[in-house]
C-alpha cells in the first residue's frame, strides 16, 4: 500500500511539474435563471394551488454576480471556489389585492471541481460540478401596517453543474461563457484573468 501511495505521489508531482504557465484564474461573472430563480417560481405556484387561486405571489429576480478563484494544481483538473449574490423581490396578493411586499436575498460559496478539456493559446474549453451552500433571507413588509415587518432566514445545500463551458481571449485574460443549471444560472458570461 505504501509503495501504490508513493507511485501515486510521484506521479502527481511529476504532472504538477506539467502545469501550464497560468494555473491561478480570477474570476468575474453574471448568471441568469438561478436554482434561486426557479424555488421563487415554484413557490409563486404552489401557493395558487394552495390558496385556490385566491393568493400568489409574483416573483422576480436580479440575476446572479459571481466572483471566482480557480487553482488547477495538474494539467486537466482544477478546483474552484465562487461566492455570488442575488437578490429578488415578490408582490404578495390576496384576492387580487396587494397585501405586501417581499425582499430577498441570497448569498452562495460554491466550490467546484472543473475538468479542461482543452486549452489554447486563445481558447479553451471546460465542464464543472459543484456543490453550493446558500444563506437566504426573506423579509417581508404588509400593506395592513397592524401586520408586523417579518423576516426569514434559512440555508440549504445546492449545486451546479456546467456541461460545457468556453473561454476566448488572451493567453491570461480571456471572456467566458457557461451553460448550466444550479446557483450560478443557466447563462453565466464573464472575465477571468490567469496567472
Not at 438561478?34 to 421563487?40: D, E, K, L, P
Not at 385566491?54 to 494544481?73: A, E, H, I, M, R
Not at 404578495?92 to 486549452?119: A, D, P, R
Not at 458570461?189 to 490567469?194: E, P
Request: hydrophobic residues 35%; glycine residues 10%.
Amino acid at each position: 500500500m505504501k509503495k501504490l501511495f508513493l507511485c501515486i505521489s510521484v506521479a502527481l508531482l511529476f504532472e504538477m511539474g506539467n502545469v501550464q504557465a497560468a494555473n491561478h484564474e480570477v474570476s468575474a461573472s453574471y448568471g441568469t435563471t438561478t436554482h434561486n430563480s426557479f424555488i421563487g417560481s415554484v413557490e409563486s405556484i404552489g401557493t395558487g394551488l394552495f390558496s385556490l387561486g385566491t393568493s400568489k405571489v409574483d416573483y422576480s429576480y436580479s440575476g446572479t454576480l459571481n466572483l471566482g478563484y480557480k487553482f488547477q494544481p495538474i494539467k486537466y483538473v482544477g478546483l474552484e471556489t465562487v461566492v455570488n449574490y442575488e437578490s429578488g423581490n415578490g408582490k404578495m396578493y390576496s384576492k387580487n389585492e396587494l397585501t405586501g411586499n417581499s425582499n430577498v436575498t441570497h448569498y452562495s460559496v460554491i466550490e467546484s471541481v472543473c475538468l479542461s478539456w482543452f486549452n489554447f493559446k486563445h481558447v479553451g474549453m471546460y465542464s464543472k460540478l459543484g456543490v453550493s451552500y446558500t444563506v437566504r433571507k426573506t423579509q417581508y413588509d404588509f400593506v395592513d401596517k397592524s401586520k408586523t415587518l417579518d423576516t426569514k432566514n434559512e440555508s440549504y445545500w445546492w449545486f451546479q453543474i456546467t456541461p460545457v463551458a468556453i473561454e476566448v481571449g488572451l493567453e491570461n485574460l480571456r471572456a467566458f461563457t457557461e451553460l448550466g443549471v444550479g446557483s450560478q444560472g443557466l447563462l453565466a458570461v464573464g472575465l477571468k484573468y490567469k496567472f
